[in-house]
């Protein structure tokens, strides 16, 4: 077996696999099982089509509220291009390139557990395209989250027909000039394969895959960077203590306390006497407001893997059962809910965590106001807490759920729909926005972490901590921050944790 190659087959697809073949470029090909399946499903469905005469929504119907309009046997294919071409009606900013070749594998993944009825040669083209890394062009605006990501899925199926633009080599080109250089010629869609390109909700899958692949990884930073904050700050261990926990036994609180107190293990800092009894709500609580976050950052995960691991295309072809059904697996309801909720998960850890920014600045407990050695003089580390201030009150409008609202479209045939689509796009800004909040949080507390030198904290902090001044170094004047602000978040998103698997 090709280690650099990932095979497309019916196994279940996990997220530490998407991870690995996206950070080591892997190449994908199909396994034999998927084009078995994909084979037998095209055959039945060409079958059929010959031998019936009944409609069949969307293979021989026009769409949506047209789906009573019959479609001549020799205009299928021409049916199934202009639905691509009449649905590529994306607007807004471009989707990050990283989502959208995201959203390529996750087509081609569904695609081929043979219910979709597309031709071999079809998603054969997919998989060219992603190895050779032709990343279409797709805008933010333009599903709904409820008849598959119609727009989004149109731009990105535009290339197959010679249709559109990609990025090849770096740089945005018609696909038409990159067909040339590849040496390939546009896909002739055949019955039901444009339905098949278009329904599905890959566009919301990807970027909740996206955030979760990234959450998982902040989610921790979270807590080291509270442990350092918490030393910084002089707080105590005691609301860490196994004890605490076990009398309200929420999974997230429970794993949360143990890595405070193993990321403090052997603390100088945190084993001096304290002179106050009690920490503020931003330190003593951590536990249970990171705590609830990871609890529903794990009910996402456990979303998005079972949709991953789906077909969400309409119709689904079901060859064994000679069953061709019109269903709603494109609706995104479920993705909806879980990305308003990881919205909401990742706005409260950014939330809690400017707190503890704005307690370090306070001049308490020995620390110099605005953890500067001459205030006044010096406005210290004031306005950083300002911008921390702004993205918490931007991620708390961008998690007003968006699965609350609907919209009737396709002349009342599409009468509900999930809104999913908004709820993606917002989830990825609260994630940027949360993952520079923590890193203004470090900032902070690495600048007061150092004037309580000579003391010392763990040594898991200590190594965080010096790894972090080594790209960031301590401030005694004033200077400009933006450029330590922007360091300490390509810090986070290159540090290796090393934390124990729990």
Known sequence: MNENIHKISPDELEFDRIRQILRDGLEIELSERSVELVQKCRI?????????????YGINTGFGSLHDRLISHEDLGILQRNLVLSHACGQGDEIPREITRLMLFLKIQSLAYGNSGVQLSTIQRLVEFFNQRVTPVVYQYGSLGASGDLAPLAHLSLPLIGEGEVYFNGKKKPVDSVLNELQMEPVTLASKEGLALLNGTQFMSAFGVHCCLRVFKLSQLADIIAALSLEAFDGRIEPFHPLVQEIRPHQGQIKTARRIRYILKGSELMNQSKKHVQDPYSFRCIPQVHG?????????????????NSVTDNPTIFPD??????????????????????????????????????????????????????????????????TAAAM????????????????????????HVSMGANAAIQCYQVLLNLERILAIELFNAAQALDFRRPAKSSPYLENFFGQYRERVKFVDDDRIFYPDMNESVKFLQEVELNLPVE
């Open 321 to 386: 059962e000679d069953l061709i059904i019109s269903a709603g697996n494109f609706h995104g309801q479920p993705l909806a809910l879980a990305l308003d909720n990881l919205c909401i998960a990742m706005s409260e850890l950014g939330n809690i965590s400017e707190r503890r920014t704005y307690q370090l600045l306070g001049g308490h407990r020995g620390l110099p106001p605005f953890l500067v050695a001459q205030p006044g003089l010096n406005s210290g580390f004031m306005i950083p807490q300002y």
């Open 392 to 415: 918490v009150s931007h991620n708390k409008q961008l998690s007003t759920p968006a699965s609350v609202d609907s919209i009737e479209s396709s002349a009342g045939q599409e009468d």
């Open 292 to 308: 609830a976050s990871k609890d529903s950052i794990n009910y996402v995960a456990y979303v998005f893997k079972n949709e991953i």
């Open 44 to 56: 039945y469905l060409d079958r059929k089509l010959e031998d019936t005469k009944e409609p069949l």
